[in-house]
């Protein structure tokens, strides 16, 4: 599986991006995919991840203003990401899991995508 992630950029303070990340390879809709992100200096941490059916789950910190959706059909999952402010700074990850919906540290996951940077001003 390769990922391509996309979207990233510059925003000020309380604007919105939206992350892509295109999937290739067999069984897409099959796996659960994770948004991490990680800051200069900082581990990598758990934004978002979805199951195969639909169903997101979000870290604390963005419950509100982040919606994660997928599309099986053009096997891409989305972030959106609305009110950002500048602790959501950080270079974006999207990766593959291809066990059960969960809160999974990022060494579980199977597969990673490059990332984007999204950069919010204040």
């Known amino acids: 599986v390769q990922l391509q992630a996309s979207g990233g950029g510059l925003v000020q303070t309380g604007g919105s991006l939206r992350l892509s990340c295109e999937a290739s390879?067999?069984?897409?809709?099959?796996?659960?995919m994770g948004w991490f992100r990680q800051a200069p200096g900082k581990e990598r941490e758990f934004v978002a991840a979805i199951s195969y059916g639909g169903r997101p789950i979000y870290t604390d910190s963005v419950k509100g203003r982040f919606t994660m959706s997928r599309d099986n059909i053009k096997d891409t999952v989305y972030l959106q990401m609305n009110n950002l402010k500048p602790e959501d700074s950080a270079e974006y990850f999207c990766?593959?899991?291809?066990?059960?919906?969960?809160?999974?540290?990022?060494?579980?996951?199977?597969?990673w995508g490059q990332g984007t940077l999204v950069t919010v001003s204040s």
């Open positions: 390879g067999r069984a897409f809709s099959t796996y659960v």
């Open positions: 990766a593959v899991y291809k066990g059960t919906l969960g809160y999974v540290s990022p060494g579980q996951y199977d597969y």
